[in-house]
């Protein structure tokens, strides 16, 4: 079975400073993971999918993700953090093998200040 | 391209009534559409899996009478919400896989939700 562990259900930043989203995933076969921001009454945007290729994934809007098999983590990064950034981010995995539904993590409230 | 509405976007209803979402693909076919439910400040739960022409497959808890879901076309799913409470109360959100490339890796484009205040 998979699961996914979001270390921080809130992050504060201020503008132009380095965000870290941290995720860890627990998974018995290679999984397919991925990144999701939602902002207030908007639907949920993929930003970045890691499926077994590159270990250093790039997304949308500056953000990246590298994959660590011997720490099962899948940390979210963007080097320079803007206003717009202020959303709801979750962690996802699925098992790619059989199709399964997406298994999200509780969440990570990012705020942004100026 | 890879665009999923959800119909209506917000509802309020009375206790006891039924209450439908529509979920549709708009510019591609979805094989497979899920539905989930996302509490106030918390994450998405997954509530049933449907495939087009079949019956959906429904999360351990969730009560396939309450919650129906019909998948009958390629571009539209349906959930309706079956003598509603206010306990149901919530964000309907659906999603869609439109297979061949993301079904491999199990994309999924997501909905902008429907959220039901049952009254």
């Known amino acids: 079975a998979q699961s996914v562990t979001q270390l921080d259900s809130h992050v504060s930043v201020s503008e132009g400073t380095p965000v870290l989203l941290r995720c860890n995933y627990s998974?018995?076969?290679?999984?397919?993971l991925f990144w999701y921001v939602q902002h207030p009454n908007k639907g949920l945007q993929l930003l970045l999918k890691?499926?077994?290729?590159?270990?250093l994934v790039k997304g949308i809007n500056g953000f990246e993700a590298e994959f660590k098999k011997s720490e099962t983590s899948f940390h979210l990064t963007k080097p320079s953090a803007h206003m717009s950034d202020a959303a709801e981010y979750f962690c996802?995995?699925?098992?790619?093998?059989?199709?399964?539904?997406?298994?999200f993590g509780k969440g990570t409230t990012l705020s942004v200040s100026s | 391209g890879a665009v999923v509405s959800q119909h209506p976007s917000w509802v309020i209803c009375k206790s006891g009534t039924s209450v439908k979402i529509e979920c549709r693909s708009l510019?591609?076919?979805?094989?497979?559409m899920f539905w989930y439910r996302q509490f106030p400040k918390q994450s998405l739960m997954l509530m049933a899996t449907?495939?087009?022409?079949?019956?959906?497959?429904?999360e351990q808890g969730v009560e396939k009478d309450k919650f129906l879901i019909n998948h009958a076309s390629l571009t539209l799913s349906t959930l309706t919400v079956t003598s509603a409470h206010p306990e149901d109360s919530s964000f309907y959100i659906c999603?869609?896989?439109?297979?061949?490339?993301?079904?491999?890796?199990?994309?999924?484009?997501f909905g902008p939700g429907t959220r039901l205040t049952v009254l």
């Open positions: 510019d591609f076919q979805a094989t497979t």
């Open positions: 449907s495939n087009e022409g079949s019956k959906a497959t429904y």
């Open positions: 996802v995995v699925s098992d790619p093998r059989t199709g399964t539904a997406l298994i």
């Open positions: 998974s018995s076969y290679s999984p397919s």
């Open positions: 890691y499926t077994s290729a590159a270990t």
């Open positions: 999603s869609a896989t439109e297979g061949g490339r993301s079904s491999i890796y199990n994309e999924q484009f």
